[in-house]
């Protein structure tokens, strides 16, 4: 056997391999997905970046306001049409699986395992990328994220809004 042909085959047999695992769901990843159907900990990672400055600084209250939006998203993507649903679980799902972080990051590590500052360097180059898909990518998830945090009435103290008033009566 030649080595061209023998690095040729070893290069095809471990990206079959790697498409291959990144496809494979067992049952018991199965189930366990489908507790986290919300994509709770993708979120709980990009919270940070796209709230940066807007979450409080107390631990206690921030952590809350963390769970607070992750139930908020979750409540936001059930409301969604479908079209736009169904393309952002495609999102959610190649952010959670290694092939689809290597097409749109360029790494296979995952992204609770990336620091805040990467994660704002991956986010800004989609932000302003040459591709539209890319671009789209980025604003989706933090308009998605942004407006799940602003659509709780305790954030609304931080953009200096009160709740409408009709003739001294809430609305």
Not at 37 to 62: I, T
Not at 106 to 134: A, H, K, N
Not at 136 to 159: D, F, K, N
Request: one cysteine or more; aromatic letters at 8%.
């Amino acid at each position: 056997m030649k080595r061209r042909t023998f690095l040729t085959s070893a290069f095809v047999g471990t990206a079959a391999l790697a498409l291959g695992v990144s496809i494979y769901s067992p049952e018991f990843i199965s189930a366990n997905r489908s507790q986290d159907s919300q994509h709770r900990l993708l979120f709980s990672v990009l919270l940070p970046v796209f709230l940066d400055g807007a979450l409080p600084d107390v631990e206690n209250l921030r952590r809350a306001a963390e769970n607070r939006t992750l139930d908020a998203i979750g409540q936001t993507i059930a409301i969604l049409p479908e079209e736009g649903r169904v393309e952002l679980e495609q999102l959610l799902d190649m952010l959670e699986q290694r092939l689809g972080l290597l097409i749109l990051t360029g790494s296979v590590t995952p992204l609770m395992m990336r620091s805040p500052q990467e994660l704002v360097s991956m986010l800004e180059y989609w932000r302003s990328s040459f591709l539209d898909l890319m671009v789209t990518a980025y604003q989706g998830l933090r308009e998605l994220v942004i407006a799940s945090y602003y659509s709780c009435p305790e954030h609304w103290s931080r953009l200096n809004y009160e709740k409408p008033t009709f003739l001294g009566q809430e609305v």
